[in-house]
Each structure stands twice: as structure tokens, then as C-alpha cells.
């Protein structure tokens, strides 16, 4: 598991910060978010959208944030990570947590 303190030094661009929200959201790898397979083809081309994912049962193409709050704004990655990270921040110190 990544360390969030050092998320906006480490984490500053976007394909990095799509590797971190897929390895949290899928610890097992890609999971298809409407047929529940694991069976994938990245699709890689330079016309594709980075991070798109081809299911190979139901053939639908999906990536780690189809079906999130962040699929459905134009808001950066980075931006949504360092919102994740102050949150949870927010919520470690309420319930007494030091950042260790
Ligand atoms: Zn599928």
C-alpha cells in the first residue's frame, strides 16, 4: 500500500496517479465494473484514452474510474488523489491517529 503522506511528491503525474487508483481499487487487477470479469486487453493505442481497459467476456471498455465521481467531472486525477489524501487525513485526525 502506497504511503498518502507522500502522495503530491510522488504521485505528480497522471498516469502515476491512475496506477495508484487502480492498484487500491483493484488489488486483484482489472475488474470489469458490469460483468464482474477479470478477463482484460489493455488497450494501449495512441488513439485510445489512457487507462482503458476491453473487457473480453462482455467486450465493454471500462478503466478504474468508469462509474466514479471522477469519471463524471473534469477534474484532474492528481486532484481527486490530494482530495483522497486530505480527507482521510481529516478522518485519522478526528479519530486520533498520528501520520506514521
Ligand atoms: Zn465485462
Same mark, same amino acid.
Given at each position: 500500500?502506497?504511503?498518502?503522506?507522500?502522495?503530491?511528491?510522488?504521485? +505528480?503525474?497522471?498516469?502515476?496517479?491512475?496506477?495508484?487508483?487502480? !492498484?487500491?481499487?483493484?488489488?486483484?487487477? +482489472?475488474?470489469? +465494473?458490469?460483468?464482474?470479469?477479470?478477463?482484460?486487453?489493455?488497450?494501449?493505442?495512441?488513439?485510445?484514452? +489512457?487507462?482503458?481497459?476491453?473487457?473480453?467476456?462482455?467486450?465493454? !471498455?471500462?478503466?478504474?474510474?468508469?462509474?466514479?465521481?471522477?469519471?463524471?467531472?473534469?477534474?484532474?486525477?492528481?486532484?481527486?488523489?490530494?482530495?483522497?489524501?486530505?480527507?482521510?487525513?481529516?478522518?485519522?485526525?478526528?479519530?486520533?491517529?498520528?501520520?506514521?
Amino acid at each position: 500500500m502506497p504511503s498518502f503522506a507522500k502522495l503530491p511528491a510522488s504521485y +505528480p503525474i497522471k498516469a502515476a496517479c491512475r496506477t495508484l487508483l487502480e !492498484q487500491m481499487g483493484w488489488p486483484d487487477g +482489472p475488474k470489469c +465494473p458490469l460483468c464482474g470479469s477479470y478477463d482484460h486487453l489493455r488497450l494501449e493505442a495512441a488513439s485510445c484514452r +489512457p487507462g482503458l481497459i476491453k473487457c473480453r467476456d462482455c467486450s465493454r !471498455q471500462y478503466s478504474v474510474t468508469t462509474h466514479t465521481l471522477v469519471h463524471s467531472t473534469n477534474l484532474r486525477l492528481s486532484t481527486w488523489i490530494e482530495a483522497m489524501y486530505l480527507s482521510l487525513a481529516r478522518s485519522a485526525a478526528s479519530l486520533g491517529c498520528d501520520e506514521r
